[in-house]
Antibody
Framework: EVQLVESGGGLVKPGGSLRLSCAASGFTFSTYSMNWVRQAPGKGLEWVSSISSGSSYIYYADSVKGRFTISRDNAKNSLYLQMNSLRAEDTAVYYC???????????????WGQGTTVTVSS | EIVLTQSPGTLSLSPGERATLSCRAS???????LAWYQQKPGQAPRLLIY???SRATGIPDRFSGSGSGTDFTLTISRLEPEDFAVYYCQQYGSSPPRTFGQGTKVEIK
């Protein structure tokens, strides 16, 4: 079964750090770009960061640039998000999702994890 | 920076009716790079449409996508009870590489 499972969420104080993980199974992890997408309570989806299959291309939303770091370990089929200098506005459910672009077509984020909740509060 | 604006914010319809959702981009988006998602409360989003008009695996044919340039549409031909949800469009590009619209909620009238 194709699956993504996030972990590492929790309650953290403003200014603190947290590291999220996403474990992939059931597919060839190393061939897909991976993303972190978050959703604040009662709000819409916000793309946070992407990393290409071989980690050559890394992108961040302006809202997290300089504070968050995305990485992956293809040998361990795992994706990570290191979150530093956390703010109240970073409170959200964080999803990992795979996507694929091939032959000039973007095939969308077709597999998502169940999400892990990050709460930034004193 | 490409901004996606979805309208309406909320669509109130009855089962069996047709739903038409709009996604407008602030700059031209390749139709190959436009996707639509459905999200129900407490669940992760689900991919419906990629390449503006191609249905993802397992998506019923009552869902269809169309459009090009800056204007894209998701149509649900006849609403089933399970279709009441929030729908998001998303673009893949260079600046920023991925962007979501703010969502359209389809609610039961």
């Amino acid at each position: 079964e194709v699956q993504l499972v996030e972990s590492g969420g929790g309650l953290v104080k403003p200014g603190g750090s947290l590291r999220l993980s996403c474990a992939a199974s059931g597919f060839t992890f190393s061939t897909y770009s991976m993303n972190w997408v978050r959703q604040a309570p009662g709000k819409g989806l916000e793309w946070v960061s992407s990393i290409s299959s071989g980690s050559s291309y890394i992108y961040y939303a302006d809202s997290v640039k300089g504070r968050f770091t995305i990485s992956r370990d293809n040998a361990k089929n795992s994706l990570y998000l290191q979150m530093n200098s956390l703010r109240a506005e970073d409170t959200a459910v964080y999803y990992c999702a795979r996507d694929l672009t091939s032959g000039g077509i973007y095939y969308g984020m077709d597999v998502w994890g169940q999400g892990t909740t990050v709460t930034v509060s004193s | 920076e490409i901004v996606l604006t979805q309208s309406p914010g909320t669509l109130s319809l009855s089962p069996g009716e047709r739903a038409t959702l709009s996604c407008r981009a602030s700059q031209s988006v390749s139709s190959s790079y436009l996707a639509w998602y459905q999200q129900k409360p407490g669940q992760a989003p689900r991919l419906l449409i990629y390449g503006a008009s191609s249905r993802a695996t397992g998506i019923p044919d009552r869902f269809s996508g169309s459009g090009s340039g800056t204007d894209f549409t998701l149509t649900i031909s006849r609403l089933e009870p399970e279709d009441f949800a929030v729908y998001y469009c998303q673009q893949y590009g260079s600046s920023p590489p991925r962007t979501f619209g703010q969502g359209t909620k389809v609610e039961i009238k």
